[in-house]
Protein backbone atom coordinates (compact mmCIF):
# COMPACT_ATOMS: atom_id res chain seq x y z
CA UNK A 1 0.00 0.00 0.00
CA UNK A 2 2.83 1.86 -0.89
CA UNK A 3 1.42 3.59 -4.41
CA UNK A 4 2.13 7.44 -4.86
CA UNK A 5 -0.44 9.40 -6.90
CA UNK A 6 0.82 9.40 -9.63
CA UNK A 7 2.35 5.82 -10.22
CA UNK A 8 -1.10 4.74 -9.02
CA UNK A 9 -2.26 6.84 -12.04
CA UNK A 10 0.21 5.58 -14.11
CA UNK A 11 -1.37 2.04 -13.22
CA UNK A 12 -4.71 2.80 -14.09
CA UNK A 13 -3.59 4.40 -17.23
CA UNK A 14 -2.09 1.20 -18.61
CA UNK A 15 -5.48 -0.73 -17.94
CA UNK A 16 -7.46 1.84 -20.65
CA UNK A 17 -8.86 -0.56 -23.50
CA UNK A 18 -8.43 -4.00 -21.62
CA UNK A 19 -11.20 -6.39 -21.37
CA UNK A 20 -11.38 -7.99 -17.86
CA UNK A 21 -13.74 -10.95 -17.18
CA UNK A 22 -14.43 -11.51 -12.83
CA UNK A 23 -15.96 -14.49 -12.02
CA UNK A 24 -18.03 -15.12 -8.51
CA UNK A 25 -20.29 -17.31 -7.23
CA UNK A 26 -23.06 -14.52 -6.68
CA UNK A 27 -23.61 -11.09 -6.31
CA UNK A 28 -25.61 -10.80 -2.56
CA UNK A 29 -24.06 -9.05 0.27
CA UNK A 30 -20.39 -10.33 1.82
CA UNK A 31 -16.94 -8.92 1.91
CA UNK A 32 -16.10 -10.42 -1.20
CA UNK A 33 -19.28 -9.42 -3.51
CA UNK A 34 -18.26 -5.74 -1.63
CA UNK A 35 -14.72 -6.05 -3.02
CA UNK A 36 -15.61 -7.14 -6.72
CA UNK A 37 -18.69 -4.61 -6.52
CA UNK A 38 -15.39 -1.29 -5.63
CA UNK A 39 -12.85 -2.89 -8.24
CA UNK A 40 -15.31 -3.46 -10.95
CA UNK A 41 -16.60 0.11 -11.18
CA UNK A 42 -12.99 1.24 -10.46
CA UNK A 43 -12.04 -0.80 -13.99
CA UNK A 44 -15.01 0.27 -15.90
CA UNK A 45 -14.12 4.20 -14.82
CA UNK A 46 -10.70 3.84 -16.19
CA UNK A 47 -12.04 2.57 -19.51
CA UNK A 48 -11.79 -0.82 -19.06
CA UNK A 49 -14.53 -3.43 -20.93
CA UNK A 50 -15.39 -5.76 -17.41
CA UNK A 51 -17.32 -8.84 -17.85
CA UNK A 52 -19.18 -10.34 -14.44
CA UNK A 53 -19.88 -13.69 -14.40
CA UNK A 54 -22.12 -15.26 -11.30
CA UNK A 55 -23.33 -18.51 -10.72
CA UNK A 56 -26.65 -17.51 -10.06
CA UNK A 57 -30.26 -17.70 -11.35
CA UNK A 58 -31.08 -15.42 -13.63
CA UNK A 59 -33.36 -13.15 -11.99
CA UNK A 60 -30.78 -12.70 -9.18
CA UNK A 61 -30.14 -8.91 -7.83
CA UNK A 62 -26.86 -7.72 -6.57
CA UNK A 63 -27.12 -6.20 -3.48
CA UNK A 64 -24.21 -3.57 -4.11
CA UNK A 65 -24.37 -0.79 -7.01
CA UNK A 66 -22.82 -2.03 -10.53
CA UNK A 67 -22.35 0.77 -13.50
CA UNK A 68 -24.53 -0.24 -16.28
CA UNK A 69 -21.47 -0.66 -18.50
CA UNK A 70 -20.64 -3.74 -16.65
CA UNK A 71 -21.99 -6.93 -18.13
CA UNK A 72 -23.59 -9.17 -15.48
CA UNK A 73 -23.97 -12.82 -17.12
CA UNK A 74 -25.89 -14.99 -14.43
CA UNK A 75 -25.40 -18.94 -15.58
CA UNK A 76 -28.12 -20.44 -13.32
CA UNK A 77 -26.22 -23.09 -11.79
CA UNK A 78 -25.88 -21.92 -8.21
CA UNK A 79 -24.33 -23.83 -5.18
CA UNK A 80 -27.19 -26.09 -4.35
CA UNK A 81 -27.47 -29.78 -2.07
CA UNK A 82 -27.62 -32.72 -4.31
CA UNK A 83 -26.52 -36.10 -4.35
CA UNK A 84 -23.08 -37.04 -5.60
CA UNK A 85 -23.69 -38.11 -8.55
CA UNK A 86 -26.46 -34.81 -8.99
CA UNK A 87 -23.34 -32.73 -8.00
CA UNK A 88 -21.35 -33.97 -10.20
CA UNK A 89 -23.60 -33.61 -13.20
CA UNK A 90 -24.07 -29.86 -11.62
CA UNK A 91 -20.34 -29.30 -11.58
CA UNK A 92 -19.72 -30.17 -15.30
CA UNK A 93 -22.63 -27.93 -16.30
CA UNK A 94 -21.12 -24.85 -14.34
CA UNK A 95 -17.82 -25.85 -16.17
CA UNK A 96 -19.22 -26.33 -19.29
CA UNK A 97 -21.21 -22.44 -18.77
CA UNK A 98 -18.34 -20.83 -17.61
CA UNK A 99 -16.22 -21.76 -20.25
CA UNK A 100 -18.42 -20.86 -22.71
CA UNK A 101 -19.23 -17.42 -21.27
CA UNK A 102 -15.52 -16.55 -20.81
CA UNK A 103 -14.79 -17.51 -24.41
CA UNK A 104 -17.58 -14.77 -25.35
CA UNK A 105 -16.06 -12.44 -23.40
CA UNK A 106 -12.92 -12.45 -25.04
CA UNK A 107 -10.90 -11.46 -21.89
CA UNK A 108 -7.69 -10.22 -21.84
CA UNK A 109 -7.36 -11.80 -18.37
CA UNK A 110 -9.70 -13.31 -15.88
CA UNK A 111 -9.92 -13.01 -12.25
CA UNK A 112 -11.78 -15.03 -10.21
CA UNK A 113 -12.87 -14.90 -6.67
CA UNK A 114 -13.47 -17.96 -3.78
CA UNK A 115 -11.86 -21.40 -3.74
CA UNK A 116 -14.60 -23.66 -5.10
CA UNK A 117 -15.09 -20.71 -8.06
CA UNK A 118 -11.37 -20.43 -8.40
CA UNK A 119 -11.17 -23.87 -9.03
CA UNK A 120 -14.04 -24.35 -11.85
CA UNK A 121 -12.60 -21.26 -13.45
CA UNK A 122 -9.34 -22.89 -13.75
CA UNK A 123 -10.36 -26.19 -15.28
CA UNK A 124 -13.07 -24.09 -17.22
CA UNK A 125 -10.00 -22.50 -19.10
CA UNK A 126 -7.83 -25.37 -19.74
CA UNK A 127 -6.54 -24.77 -23.44
CA UNK A 128 -7.34 -21.24 -23.87
CA UNK A 129 -4.56 -18.90 -24.41
CA UNK A 130 -5.90 -16.30 -21.33
CA UNK A 131 -4.36 -16.04 -17.66
CA UNK A 132 -6.35 -16.83 -14.47
CA UNK A 133 -5.55 -14.89 -11.23
CA UNK A 134 -7.26 -16.63 -8.23
CA UNK A 135 -8.47 -14.40 -5.21
CA UNK A 136 -8.78 -16.40 -1.68
CA UNK A 137 -10.69 -14.26 0.72
CA UNK A 138 -10.62 -16.79 3.51
CA UNK A 139 -8.62 -18.62 6.08
CA UNK A 140 -7.60 -21.37 3.34
CA UNK A 141 -5.94 -23.91 6.22
CA UNK A 142 -9.31 -23.94 8.19
CA UNK A 143 -12.39 -23.52 5.00
CA UNK A 144 -14.57 -26.77 5.51
CA UNK A 145 -13.75 -28.12 2.15
CA UNK A 146 -14.06 -32.19 1.04
CA UNK A 147 -10.96 -33.96 0.13
CA UNK A 148 -11.77 -33.55 -3.95
CA UNK A 149 -11.97 -30.07 -3.44
CA UNK A 150 -8.64 -29.50 -2.30
CA UNK A 151 -7.10 -32.06 -4.30
CA UNK A 152 -8.29 -30.13 -7.10
CA UNK A 153 -7.09 -27.08 -5.27
CA UNK A 154 -3.60 -27.71 -5.00
CA UNK A 155 -3.47 -29.66 -8.38
CA UNK A 156 -4.75 -26.34 -10.38
CA UNK A 157 -3.93 -23.42 -8.66
CA UNK A 158 -0.22 -23.98 -9.96
CA UNK A 159 -1.46 -23.27 -13.25
CA UNK A 160 -2.99 -19.96 -12.48
CA UNK A 161 -1.07 -16.78 -13.49
CA UNK A 162 -0.91 -15.22 -10.25
CA UNK A 163 -2.78 -15.67 -6.53
CA UNK A 164 -4.23 -12.61 -4.57
CA UNK A 165 -4.99 -13.15 -1.06
CA UNK A 166 -5.80 -10.78 2.03
CA UNK A 167 -2.78 -11.32 4.10
CA UNK A 168 0.73 -12.64 4.61
CA UNK A 169 -0.38 -15.47 6.48
CA UNK A 170 -2.96 -16.95 3.94
CA UNK A 171 -0.22 -16.08 0.93
CA UNK A 172 2.57 -18.51 3.01
CA UNK A 173 -0.51 -21.43 3.50
CA UNK A 174 0.35 -22.23 -0.16
CA UNK A 175 3.55 -24.28 -1.92
CA UNK A 176 5.95 -22.39 -3.37
CA UNK A 177 4.55 -23.36 -7.09
CA UNK A 178 1.32 -21.50 -6.24
CA UNK A 179 2.42 -18.39 -4.58
CA UNK A 180 5.57 -17.77 -6.86
CA UNK A 181 3.34 -14.61 -8.66
CA UNK A 182 1.67 -13.49 -5.52
CA UNK A 183 0.10 -10.24 -4.06
CA UNK A 184 -0.99 -10.11 -0.97
CA UNK A 185 -3.95 -6.83 -1.10
CA UNK A 186 -6.41 -6.04 1.71
CA UNK A 187 -9.89 -5.37 1.54
CA UNK A 188 -10.37 -1.80 1.19
CA UNK A 189 -12.78 0.16 3.17
CA UNK A 190 -16.20 2.03 1.48
CA UNK A 191 -18.69 3.11 4.23
CA UNK A 192 -21.87 4.01 2.56
CA UNK A 193 -22.42 7.69 1.49
CA UNK A 194 -24.24 9.44 3.17
CA UNK A 195 -24.16 7.78 6.52
CA UNK A 196 -25.11 9.35 9.92
CA UNK A 197 -24.07 9.00 13.17
CA UNK A 198 -26.90 7.91 15.09
CA UNK A 199 -25.70 6.34 18.51
CA UNK A 200 -26.05 6.67 21.87
CA UNK A 201 -28.62 3.96 22.34
CA UNK A 202 -25.92 1.32 24.26
CA UNK A 203 -25.68 -1.34 21.08
CA UNK A 204 -23.37 -3.39 20.54
CA UNK A 205 -23.35 -4.71 16.92
CA UNK A 206 -21.98 -7.78 15.26
CA UNK A 207 -22.29 -8.24 11.52
CA UNK A 208 -21.88 -11.37 9.23
CA UNK A 209 -23.51 -14.45 7.56
CA UNK A 210 -24.74 -16.27 10.20
CA UNK A 211 -22.46 -19.54 9.98
CA UNK A 212 -20.33 -21.67 12.34
CA UNK A 213 -17.16 -19.49 11.29
CA UNK A 214 -18.38 -16.21 12.75
CA UNK A 215 -18.56 -17.26 15.84
CA UNK A 216 -21.97 -16.01 16.87
CA UNK A 217 -22.83 -18.41 19.47
CA UNK A 218 -19.80 -17.78 21.36
CA UNK A 219 -20.73 -14.32 21.00
CA UNK A 220 -24.36 -14.95 22.63
CA UNK A 221 -22.90 -16.91 25.42
CA UNK A 222 -20.09 -14.66 26.60
CA UNK A 223 -23.30 -11.45 26.01
CA UNK A 224 -25.14 -13.54 28.69
CA UNK A 225 -22.33 -13.51 30.91
CA UNK A 226 -22.24 -9.23 31.32
CA UNK A 227 -25.80 -8.86 30.70
CA UNK A 228 -26.96 -8.44 33.89
CA UNK A 229 -24.39 -6.05 35.05
CA UNK A 230 -25.03 -4.20 31.94
CA UNK A 231 -28.87 -3.97 31.97
CA UNK A 232 -29.54 -0.98 29.98
CA UNK A 233 -26.99 -2.48 26.60
CA UNK A 234 -28.39 -5.11 23.83
CA UNK A 235 -26.52 -6.84 21.53
CA UNK A 236 -27.35 -6.80 17.65
CA UNK A 237 -26.22 -8.94 15.37
CA UNK A 238 -27.00 -8.26 11.76
CA UNK A 239 -26.95 -10.65 8.81
CA UNK A 240 -28.69 -13.85 7.77
CA UNK A 241 -27.48 -17.55 7.19
CA UNK A 242 -28.26 -21.66 8.04
CA UNK A 243 -27.60 -21.10 11.65
CA UNK A 244 -30.26 -18.45 12.25
CA UNK A 245 -32.49 -21.10 13.80
CA UNK A 246 -29.98 -22.38 16.29
CA UNK A 247 -29.08 -19.18 17.15
CA UNK A 248 -32.15 -17.99 18.02
CA UNK A 249 -32.67 -21.11 19.93
CA UNK A 250 -29.62 -20.47 21.82
CA UNK A 251 -30.35 -16.91 22.60
CA UNK A 252 -33.73 -18.28 23.96
CA UNK A 253 -32.25 -20.80 25.95
CA UNK A 254 -29.64 -18.08 27.80
CA UNK A 255 -32.35 -15.89 28.27
CA UNK A 256 -31.32 -13.36 26.10
CA UNK A 257 -34.94 -12.71 24.09
CA UNK A 258 -35.52 -9.26 24.96
CA UNK A 259 -31.36 -8.16 24.70
CA UNK A 260 -30.45 -9.52 21.10
CA UNK A 261 -31.82 -8.85 18.26
CA UNK A 262 -30.97 -10.12 14.63
CA UNK A 263 -32.85 -8.15 11.99
CA UNK A 264 -31.69 -10.22 9.07
CA UNK A 265 -29.14 -8.13 6.49
CA UNK A 266 -29.62 -4.32 6.38
CA UNK A 267 -31.28 -2.30 3.75
CA UNK A 268 -28.45 -1.11 2.39
CA UNK A 269 -24.85 -2.01 2.59
CA UNK A 270 -23.21 -0.64 5.74
CA UNK A 271 -25.76 0.98 7.30
CA UNK A 272 -25.11 -0.77 10.43
CA UNK A 273 -22.32 1.64 11.54
CA UNK A 274 -25.35 4.25 12.20
CA UNK A 275 -26.84 3.11 15.28
CA UNK A 276 -23.67 0.49 16.72
CA UNK A 277 -21.92 1.77 20.01
CA UNK A 278 -19.38 -0.90 20.46
CA UNK A 279 -18.47 -3.55 17.48
CA UNK A 280 -17.32 -6.89 17.96
CA UNK A 281 -16.06 -9.57 16.20
CA UNK A 282 -16.12 -13.14 17.82
CA UNK A 283 -15.21 -15.31 14.27
CA UNK A 284 -13.44 -18.49 14.84
CA UNK A 285 -11.23 -17.67 11.86
CA UNK A 286 -11.39 -14.83 9.07
CA UNK A 287 -9.96 -14.34 5.73
CA UNK A 288 -9.94 -10.70 6.37
CA UNK A 289 -13.10 -9.58 8.36
CA UNK A 290 -14.06 -6.41 6.39
CA UNK A 291 -16.82 -5.52 9.11
CA UNK A 292 -14.28 -5.05 12.09
CA UNK A 293 -12.60 -2.20 9.67
CA UNK A 294 -15.82 -1.15 8.54
CA UNK A 295 -16.50 -0.52 12.27
CA UNK A 296 -13.01 1.19 12.44
CA UNK A 297 -13.63 3.59 9.86
CA UNK A 298 -16.85 4.91 11.10
CA UNK A 299 -14.91 5.54 14.55
CA UNK A 300 -16.29 2.88 16.91
CA UNK A 301 -14.54 1.15 19.61
CA UNK A 302 -14.08 -2.44 18.75
CA UNK A 303 -13.82 -5.48 20.43
CA UNK A 304 -12.62 -8.76 18.33
CA UNK A 305 -11.33 -12.43 18.75
CA UNK A 306 -7.33 -12.44 17.66
CA UNK A 307 -8.26 -15.22 15.07
CA UNK A 308 -6.34 -16.21 12.26
CA UNK A 309 -6.69 -13.82 9.84
CA UNK A 310 -6.83 -10.27 9.57
CA UNK A 311 -8.20 -8.61 12.76
CA UNK A 312 -4.38 -9.12 14.04
CA UNK A 313 -3.43 -7.06 10.89
CA UNK A 314 -5.71 -4.08 11.32
CA UNK A 315 -6.01 -3.81 15.48
CA UNK A 316 -3.02 -3.05 17.93
CA UNK A 317 -4.37 -4.31 20.78
CA UNK A 318 -4.88 -1.47 23.77
CA UNK A 319 -4.36 1.02 20.85
CA UNK A 320 -6.83 1.14 18.10
CA UNK A 321 -9.02 -1.77 19.78
CA UNK A 322 -9.46 -4.61 22.10
CA UNK A 323 -8.47 -7.97 21.26
CA UNK A 324 -8.47 -10.88 23.09
CA UNK A 325 -7.59 -14.66 22.60
CA UNK A 326 -9.43 -17.19 19.71
CA UNK A 327 -12.18 -18.86 21.34
CA UNK A 328 -12.02 -17.54 25.12
CA UNK A 329 -15.82 -16.91 25.95
CA UNK A 330 -14.65 -15.55 29.58
CA UNK A 331 -12.07 -13.22 27.67
CA UNK A 332 -14.66 -11.71 25.71
CA UNK A 333 -17.29 -11.42 28.28
CA UNK A 334 -14.17 -9.16 30.03
CA UNK A 335 -13.40 -7.44 26.99
CA UNK A 336 -17.23 -6.16 26.25
CA UNK A 337 -17.74 -5.45 30.13
CA UNK A 338 -14.89 -3.03 30.09
CA UNK A 339 -15.70 -1.48 27.10
CA UNK A 340 -19.46 -0.87 27.91
CA UNK A 341 -18.50 0.13 31.77
CA UNK A 342 -15.89 2.78 30.37
CA UNK A 343 -17.03 5.65 27.84
CA UNK A 344 -13.65 7.42 28.64
CA UNK A 345 -11.58 3.93 26.92
CA UNK A 346 -14.76 3.75 24.28
CA UNK A 347 -13.77 7.39 23.09
CA UNK A 348 -9.97 6.67 22.79
CA UNK A 349 -9.92 3.59 20.90
CA UNK A 350 -12.65 5.14 18.61
CA UNK A 351 -10.10 8.60 17.90
CA UNK A 352 -7.69 5.68 17.06
CA UNK A 353 -9.53 2.83 15.15
CA UNK A 354 -10.68 6.17 12.98
CA UNK A 355 -7.09 7.25 11.69
CA UNK A 356 -5.77 3.31 11.69
CA UNK A 357 -8.16 2.84 9.04
CA UNK A 358 -7.17 5.33 6.60
CA UNK A 359 -4.85 2.96 5.72
CA UNK A 360 -7.08 1.11 4.12
CA UNK A 361 -9.06 3.99 2.18
CA UNK A 362 -10.12 2.58 -1.55
CA UNK A 363 -7.77 4.60 -3.90
CA UNK A 364 -5.02 3.10 -2.64
CA UNK A 365 -6.11 -0.61 -2.38
CA UNK A 366 -7.44 -0.20 -5.78
CA UNK A 367 -3.66 1.11 -7.09
CA UNK A 368 -2.87 -2.14 -5.67
CA UNK A 369 -5.17 -4.47 -7.94
CA UNK A 370 -3.94 -1.98 -10.65
CA UNK A 371 -0.36 -2.94 -10.87
CA UNK A 372 -1.61 -6.76 -10.56
CA UNK A 373 -4.05 -5.89 -13.72
CA UNK A 374 -1.27 -4.13 -15.34
CA UNK A 375 1.50 -7.01 -14.82
CA UNK A 376 -0.75 -9.43 -16.07
CA UNK A 377 -1.59 -7.40 -19.32
CA UNK A 378 2.10 -6.93 -19.68
CA UNK A 379 2.93 -10.35 -19.32
CA UNK A 380 5.14 -12.42 -22.41
CA UNK A 381 2.55 -13.28 -25.08
CA UNK A 382 1.30 -17.10 -25.03
Given at each position: ?8 A ?33 W ?35 P?R??K ?5 L ?19 V ?26 R??P ?15 L ?17 F?E???R ?12 A ?12 A ?22 K ?20 L ?9 V ?7 R ?16 Y?G ?27 V ?21 S ?25 E ?19
Amino acid sequence: MNESPSSSAFAASRLAGARITIVVPALGAGGTEHVVNLIANHWISVGCAVTLITLEQGDARPYYDFDSRIFIERLGVPPQRASKLRSGALVLQRIQRLRSSIRRSRPDFVLSFLTRTNVLTLLATIGLAVPVIVSERNNPALQPFGPAWKWLQRSLYPRAFGLVTMTKGALDYFPEATRRRGWVIANAVDLPAGWQKRRGNRIVTAVGRLTRQKGFDLLLEAFARIAAKHPDWKLVIWGEGEDRKSLEALRDALGLEDRVEMPGVTERPGLWVETADVFVLSSRYEGWGIVLLEAMAAGLPVVSFACEWGPTDMVKHGEDGILVPNYDVEALAEALSNIIGDAALRDRLAISAASSAKKYLPERILAEWDAVAASTLERPAV
